[in-house]
C-alpha cells in the first residue's frame, strides 16, 4: 500500500530564507509525483508536476526535485516570501492520486 | 476561462439526511475527481469520472456514489450522512483521463453533520 509522508509537518521561518520541505513514498511505481498548495479553507492549487522520468521540474521560485528508485521528492523555495505561507502537499501517481500529509509553512516578516 | 466552481460553498446537515454536492469543472475538462479532506485523514480520493464513466474508485464505502453528465459536469451524493462525513469536499477537473497531467481544483464545500 503506497504511503505518503511529508517531514516536516509545520515549519515557521523569516522571510528571505530558502526552504525545503521533503516528500517520501513507500512505493517506486509511479507515474508522476505533483506539488501542490492549500491555502486556509480553500482548495488545492498546483504548483508543480513531475513526470516519473523526470528528474525535476522549476517554476519562478519554486524547484522540485524527484528521485524515484529511493522513494523521494523535494521542494525548494527561494527567498521566501509572506505569501508562500500556507499548506503544502505533495501526491503520487499509481493508480490515483495519494496524498501526503502536508508540511504547513509560516513566512513572518 | 472560469475555474472549477463547486455548489454549495457550505452545508449542514443532520445524521440519516442525504446530501448532493455539485461540481462544474474548467470548459473543454472531461475527467473529474472527487476528495475528502478531513483533518484526521487528509486527503483522500473518492472517485473519478471521465466521459460519463467512473474511471477509478477510492476506498469509501456505498454511502458515497457520483455520476458525471453529458456536459462534464459532476454530481456526488452521500447517503445516510454520518458525523464522520463531516469534512471539505474538493473536485477536481482536467483534460485527461487519469492523473497524468495538472489538477485544477475547486475551492471545496465544506459539509457539516450534526
Known amino acids: 500500500k503506497q504511503e505518503v509522508t511529508q517531514i516536516p509537518a509545520a515549519l515557521s521561518v523569516p522571510e528571505g530564507e530558502n526552504l525545503v520541505l521533503n516528500c517520501s513514498f513507500t512505493d517506486s511505481a509511479i507515474y508522476n509525483l505533483q506539488w501542490f498548495r492549500q491555502d486556509p479553507g480553500k482548495g488545492l492549487t498546483s504548483l508543480l508536476l513531475?513526470?516519473?522520468?523526470?528528474r525535476e521540474q522549476t517554476s519562478g521560485r519554486l524547484n522540485a526535485s524527484l528521485d524515484k528508485s529511493s522513494g523521494r521528492s523535494t521542494l525548494y523555495i527561494a527567498a521566501s516570501q509572506p505569501g508562500d505561507s500556507a499548506t503544502y502537499l505533495c501526491?503520487?501517481?499509481?493508480?490515483?492520486?495519494?496524498f501526503g500529509t502536508g508540511t504547513r509553512l509560516q513566512v513572518f516578516p | 476561462k472560469a475555474g472549477v466552481t463547486q455548489t454549495p460553498r457550505y452545508l449542514i446537515k443532520t445524521r440519516g439526511q442525504q446530501v448532493t454536492l455539485s461540481c462544474s469543472p474548467i470548459s473543454g475538462h472531461r475527467s473529474v475527481s472527487w476528495y475528502q479532506q478531513t483533518p484526521g485523514q487528509g486527503l483522500q480520493f473518492l472517485f473519478e469520472?471521465?466521459?460519463?464513466?467512473?474511471?477509478n474508485k477510492g476506498n469509501f464505502p456505498g454511502r458515497f456514489s457520483g455520476r458525471q453528465f453529458s456536459n462534464s459536469r459532476s454530481e456526488m451524493n452521500v447517503s445516510t450522512l454520518e458525523l464522520g462525513d463531516s469534512a471539505l469536499y474538493l473536485c477536481?477537473?482536467?483534460?485527461?483521463?487519469?492523473?497524468?497531467?495538472?489538477?485544477?481544483f475547486g475551492p471545496g464545500t465544506r459539509l457539516l453533520v450534526l
Open positions: 469520472y471521465f466521459s460519463e464513466t467512473q474511471r
Open positions: 513531475i513526470q516519473s522520468s523526470q
Open positions: 501526491a503520487v501517481y499509481p493508480d490515483k492520486l495519494i
Open positions: 477536481a477537473s482536467s483534460f485527461y483521463e487519469g492523473f497524468q497531467e495538472t489538477q485544477y
